[in-house]
């Protein structure tokens, strides 16, 4: 196993993208990569990320919601940024990260409108496959 390329994905509440990156990564590309997730601001997992994820097999109901600070000095071969806000609030790392930026649509902000469950669903449904699809893409 070559688990020696330390992943972060950051988001703003680390609630629910960036939970769901986490997830796709230990379980899609864990020879590649030893993946974290933090927030800005975290919120707290979100249910329904929760429930995307275990649809398809994929338990996240144990992770929590991280703040940046909380992960210390720990240095990462990659940052990746899946919304605009923790793009511009991005803290510094030293020049051997790669700083990635990949912005996904906010599945909690696109199901506050949602007229059913199952309709709120469809967005977190869709995020996490998008989701899945870049983390298949990442460099080995």
Known sequence: MNRNNKILFLCTGNSCRS??????????????YEAYSAGI???GL??????AMAEIGID????????????GAMEFDYVITLCDNAKE???????????????FDDPPS?????????DAMEHYR?????????VMELPE
């Not at 979100?46 to 429930?51: I, M, S």
């Not at 996240?60 to 992960?71: G, M, V």
């Not at 696109?110 to 199952?118: F, G, I, P, T, V």
Request: net charge positive; hydrophobic share 30%.
């Open 60 to 71: 996240i109901s144990q992770q929590k919601s991280k703040d940046i600070d909380s992960l």
């Open 126 to 134: 869709r995020v996490r496959d998008e989701i899945r699809a870049f």
């Open 89 to 103: 609030s991005c803290p510094y790392y030293p020049a051997k990260t790669r700083l990635i930026h990949r912005g």
């Open 19 to 32: 939970q769901m990156a986490e997830a796709w990564t230990r379980h899609l590309r864990n020879n590649d």
């Open 46 to 51: 979100d249910p329904r990320a929760v429930k």
């Open 110 to 118: 696109l199901a506050q409108d949602a007229k059913s469950e199952e």
């Open 41 to 43: 601001t975290p919120k």
